[in-house]
């Protein structure tokens, strides 16, 4: 291929000469002399130092580094520290983040708002007898049971109906007393009535008087009626015994109508009321919902139990509730129906034991800003608090990310959960040794390795942990021992009865005793031990109790060696490896002898020794 040749003219190189000398005219114009451009450079390079970018973690915004990299604590890529302006009217407690914090932390927020509380209360009970229809029949004279027309628990009678027949040597004097009187009973009345008054004291009917007196002889034999129409629920005596005056003889129950007792906690009372339906179930009675209202609320609560009965009342037509069946209830409250109260989510809350804190969201700002608030709530309602103070309509809060938020708060010494004071002594590290433009002027190498360990693994925190803090932890370990050995005997009976005392031990631990990191720390721990204790009380088989007594262990070891509790006597902490299907589960001893609580009898000393605490 040939190729094509281009031809330029003189024109054509004119044209181009004088573009040149132009050109060069007009760069000495506007870029000046070489000596300028050196002064020029070496203005931008100071406006660069000036402008240099810090970089910083969105997780630990006290790490501020001079290039990009990798956060010394948690790995993460650092960011642009973007600068945040929020005005001269800026609270100096507002704890202000990125955008890019914000996704990263997963911040959401929610608007506070009025509605009507509604509350879904779950109640469990049982079928139990009407009180006001139970009739003890007690021998009212001593004598020695002849017959008896009733022979078993359980049969049916009606009232007057014959259920035994007594001699008594007692009763016959009564009887010839009453015969005498009689016949003087228009010149000395008193005396015939008092002897009729005596045989009705003794539960006589007025038609066996009667009888005694139209015969003329005293009965041998007495015959003891039931009193009421009903169910035989106990027979206390036999052919041929003999009683006392006062032995019991028998109960007689009027099943008809029955009540219906639900067990209501504390939290649960606020919310209920004389006339609020509930619908229930029976477990013997599948696909039935029954529905009833409340017609007494118990005025205690069970000391051992932190229970009150709450009472509804059902007719009973066919004997169809059974005492002792268990009952599974709903109420729905609408204790405040027609009303508007401000409610917020449970998980914008923080608590201490104390206080109730939130985080809320400061308006018109240009990058997120929240401050701390503490706030004072009422009754649970759902998945929401009623608020009492601390809050008004409209206003934002945050519902997730709320820990990472109190967080930043602790490391900028700001007023947080653990120090509604503020001031660098909530930080796990102190702020004065920051230089001025955020990096560490102190912190060496090594501090900020053990910094990053610390966060990675949990460490004894016991000569921080108050002596106070340490023996109401140590009476948890104690009653969590009782537990065990309720494990080790198979024992449902005491390790439920053990559960609920572990549970009223750690009711009474006050978080409040703990500041900074070990606040969160138990906080963390919490949880589970409250959860799986609470799974041991309500789960009916052993194994199952003791599936959950695996991870109680697991947190409560932990619980230990970070606060060291005090319990008088050196305790250990024991391993199976069979236990858990075969994974392996420990538990804590006060005894150096292995007494297996997941196999019992079955491998009693299946098991080893792995420390002391």
Not at 335 to 348: E, G, M
Request: aromatic share 8%.
């Amino acid at each position: 291929m040939k190729s094509k040749k281009i031809k330029i003219g003189k024109r054509d190189v004119v044209l181009i000469a004088i573009a040149l000398i132009m050109g060069l005219a007009l760069g000495s114009i506007f870029f000046g002399s070489t000596k300028t451009v050196t002064i020029d450079e070496h203005d931008h390079s100071a406006e660069a130092s000036a402008d240099q970018t810090i970089w910083t973690c969105s997780m630990h915004p006290q790490i501020k580094k001079d290039a990009p990299g990798d956060c010394p604590i948690c790995g993460m890529d650092l960011i642009p520290l973007e600068t945040i302006d929020n005005g001269e009217e800026a609270d100096p407690n507002e704890i202000q983040m990125t955008k890019s914090a914000m996704k990263l932390a997963e911040v959401q927020t929610f608007i506070v708002k009025e509605g009507a509380p509604e509350k879904s209360v779950y109640l469990l009970g049982k079928v139990k007898a009407d009180e006001r229809n139970v009739s003890v029949l007690t021998a009212r004279f001593g004598g020695r049971i002849e017959k008896l027309y009733i022979n078993y628990t359980g049969q049916h009678v009606k009232k007057g109906q014959k259920l035994a027949s007594i001699y008594s040597p007692n009763l016959i004097t009564a009887q010839r007393e009453l015969l005498e009187a009689a016949k003087y009973k228009d010149t000395n009345p008193s005396f015939y009535d008092a002897t009729r008054s005596k045989l009705k004291l003794w539960d006589l009917s007025e038609e066996q008087i009667k009888s005694i007196e139209n015969s003329g002889e005293p009965s041998v034999y007495f015959d003891i009626l039931s009193p009421i129409t009903g169910t035989v629920t106990r027979r206390d005596i036999a052919i041929g015994d003999y009683v006392k005056e006062g032995n019991p003889l028998f109960e007689v129950v009027d099943l008809s109508r029955v009540w219906i007792m639900f067990d209501a906690y504390e939290s649960d009372l606020p919310w209920i009321k004389k006339g609020d339906k509930i619908d229930f179930t029976i477990q013997s009675l599948p696909g039935k919902t029954y529905s009833a209202k409340v017609t007494y609320i118990d005025p205690f609560i069970n000391a051992s139990t932190r229970v009150a009965q709450v009472r509804v009342e059902m007719r009973n037509s066919g004997l169809k509730f059974k005492p002792e069946m268990f009952v599974n209830g709903i109420l729905q409250s609408n204790i405040a129906k027609n009303t508007n109260q401000l409610l917020i989510p449970k998980t914008s809350i923080l608590w201490t034991g104390k206080r109730a804190v939130v985080y809320v969201k400061v308006p018109n700002r240009e990058s997120p800003s929240f401050i701390y608030r503490e706030i004072v709530l009422g009754p649970e309602t759902g998945n929401f608090y009623v608020v009492s103070q601390g809050l008004h309509e409209g206003e934002e809060i945050v519902t997730n990310g709320v820990f990472k938020i109190d967080a930043s708060a602790q490391l900028a010494g700001k007023p947080s959960m653990m120090n509604p004071s503020g001031g660098a002594g909530s930080t796990p590290h102190d702020m004065s040794k920051m230089g001025t433009d955020g990096s560490s002027s102190e912190m060496t190498d090594e501090e900020m390795e053990a910094m990053e360990k610390s966060e990675k693994k949990p460490v004894s925190l016991s000569k921080e942990t108050p002596a106070e803090f340490k023996k109401q932890l140590g009476n948890v370990v104690t009653a969590y021992l009782k537990m065990k050995d309720g494990f080790v005997a198979t024992d449902e009976t005491k390790v439920e009865k053990e559960a609920k005392t572990v549970l009223a031990e750690l009711e009474k631990v006050d978080m409040g005793l703990l500041k900074g990191d070990a606040h969160i720390e138990w906080m963390k721990l919490l949880k589970p031990i409250k959860d799986n204790l609470n799974g041991i009380v309500a789960m009916k088989e052993i194994e199952m109790k003791r599936s959950h007594f695996v991870i109680l262990s697991d947190a409560l070891t932990k619980a230990i060696d970070m606060f060291g509790p005090e319990t008088g006597k050196p305790i250990y902490l024991e391993f199976c490896p069979m236990a858990n299907n075969d994974k392996g589960a420990f538990w804590i001893s006060a005894d150096k002898e292995i007494k297996n609580p997941y196999y019992g009898e079955q491998m009693m000393n299946c098991g080893e020794v792995k420390r002391k605490f």
